[in-house]
């Protein structure tokens, strides 16, 4: 499915930078979200949109930003990366209907 | 509140038993459901929804609203099963909520 990806797939910061993660789909799909994966928790909703320049937090917004300035773009912005934010993080994007969501292959970030 | 849950973490069958993971979920409209598989090392596909009542990989999801649950079977599990599967309910506005998941190992 190479209508969504992620960039970089594989990232090592420290704590305390600022760290973004790409995501682009060329679908059009109207939705976008990022998740967060860990053992024991499954996927959890860190931001979602519903369009270009609407956005809303989901579970665990916490020291996440996001953006979406265009359809095709969600950027996920750590501003100060903790060690607790160490996880592999996945984007997805849905149109309207009961099609479910389509997930990118995911970034697996880790916070030394 | 909504909640999916799957009480199995790890499943583990030999090839060619049958299969069922478990998925409950608490929702006070009507739930739309789905199943998410992911293989090693790659990203989550939509396995099934409850709403085409399609059977993908040989795999079926039957909603049950009496018992609220929505698990996920197949007669005769194969190697090329194992994987983590995920339940997931639909909350609005296109958002997911997700189950912890099962990993299911399938023995030869």
Wanted: aromatic residues 12%; hydrophobic residues 30%; glycine residues 8%.
């Amino acid at each position: 499915d190479a209508g969504i990806t992620q960039s970089p797939r594989y990232k090592i910061t420290e704590t305390g930078r600022q760290v973004t993660l790409m995501c682009h789909q060329t679908w059009s799909h109207s939705y976008m979200f990022w998740y967060r994966q860990d053992l024991g928790h499954g996927l959890r909703l860190i931001y979602y949109s519903a369009a270009a320049d609407i956005t809303d937090k989901g579970e665990v917004p916490d020291g996440y930003v996001v953006s979406r300035s265009k359809t095709e773009n969600f950027p996920l912005t750590l501003e100060s990366a903790t060690r607790s934010q160490t996880s592999v993080y996945f984007c997805a994007s849905s149109d309207t209907g009961t099609r479910g969501q389509f997930f990118g292959p995911g970034t697996r970030l880790t916070v030394l | 509140a909504q909640r999916v849950t799957q009480p199995e973490k790890l499943l583990s069958v030999f090839k060619g038993a049958p299969v069922e993971l478990k998925c409950n979920y608490s929702y006070s409209g009507s739930p739309e459901l789905f199943w998410y598989v992911q293989y090693s090392r790659q990203r989550l596909q939509l396995l099934l929804r409850h709403i085409s009542r399609e059977s993908i990989k040989g795999f079926t999801a039957d909603l049950n609203k009496g018992e609220t649950s929505f698990h996920l079977k197949k007669p005769f599990a194969q190697e090329e099963d194992s994987a983590m599967y995920y339940c997931a309910l639909s909350q609005g506005a296109q958002k997911l909520v997700f189950g912890q998941g099962t990993r299911l190992t399938i023995n030869p």
